[in-house]
C-alpha cells in the first residue's frame, strides 16, 4: 500500500477533525488530493457534479498481455475535482485498469498501444486510480477530491487497459471508468 492510499484509507476511518485536516495537509502535498470546494464554503449549487465517461473504444485485443490506451482532455480553465469512480469492466475481459494523469498524453490517437509507461504519458505521469477483478466503484470522503485541470499538470486524463489474453475477432471491448468532478468556477 503506498502513502496515497493509506492516508485516504485513514480519512476514511478517522473522524477526529485536527487529525483529518492534518492528513488532508499530506495528501495535499505528496499525491495531488485537494479538499473539494464545499469545504471552503461554497454550496453544492456553487459547485455542481457532472460525469464524465473515458471508455475503450470497441478495442480488440489480438495477443496475449496487450496494453491499450484512450485520453481525455481536461478543462484547463476550472478547478476540477474526481470525487467518485466508477468501473465499467468484467474481469475476463480486462485484467486490470489504470487511471493515470498526464500533462501530454502518450499519443493524440483514439486508442494506442501503451505497455511501457513511457507510451502512457509523454510528460507529467501521474496515477490517479486503478482497479482490478471487478472491484467496487471508490467513493471518496466528504470534501475531498483528487484535483484536476487548472494549475495541477493534469491536462489529460488516460486509460489503460491490461488485457491478459486476446478475444476472437468478433468480440470487441468497451471497458472504461466513469468518474464524478465536482467543478470550482
Known amino acids: 500500500m503506498n502513502l496515497r492510499d493509506f492516508l485516504l ?18 495528501l495535499h502535498e505528496c499525491c495531488n488530493v ?36 484512450t485520453g481525455k482532455q481536461v478543462t484547463l480553465d476550472t478547478n476540477l475535482y474526481i470525487t467518485m469512480l466508477k468501473a465499467h469492466a468484467k474481469m475476463e475481459d480486462a485484467h486490470h485498469m489504470l487511471l493515470f494523469g498526464c500533462e501530454v498524453p502518450g499519443s493524440r490517437q483514439a486508442v494506442w ?18 482497479w482490478a477483478r471487478n472491484a467496487p466503484p471508490t467513493t471518496l470522503p466528504h470534501d475531498v477530491g483528487f484535483r ?5 499538470g493534469i491536462n489529460h486524463l488516460v486509460l489503460q487497459v ?21 467543478s470550482l468556477t
Open 9 to 26: 484509507m485513514a480519512v476514511v476511518h478517522v473522524r477526529g477533525t485536527a487529525v483529518v485536516v492534518f492528513m488532508l495537509v499530506i
Open 34 to 69: 485537494r479538499a473539494s470546494p464545499s469545504s471552503r464554503g461554497y454550496s453544492e449549487a456553487a459547485s455542481p457534479t457532472s460525469q464524465m465517461d473515458i471508455f475503450m473504444p470497441g478495442v480488440v485485443p489480438l495477443k496475449h498481455d496487450q496494453y491499450f490506451c
Open 113 to 130: 498501444g501503451c505497455e511501457f509507461l513511457g507510451k502512457v504519458c509523454k510528460t507529467g505521469l501521474k496515477i490517479i486510480y486503478a
Open 148 to 152: 484536476i485541470g487548472a494549475g495541477t
Open 162 to 182: 491490461h488485457y491478459a489474453h486476446p478475444f476472437p475477432a468478433s468480440k470487441t471491448d468497451y471497458s472504461g471508468i466513469n468518474l464524478s468532478i465536482t
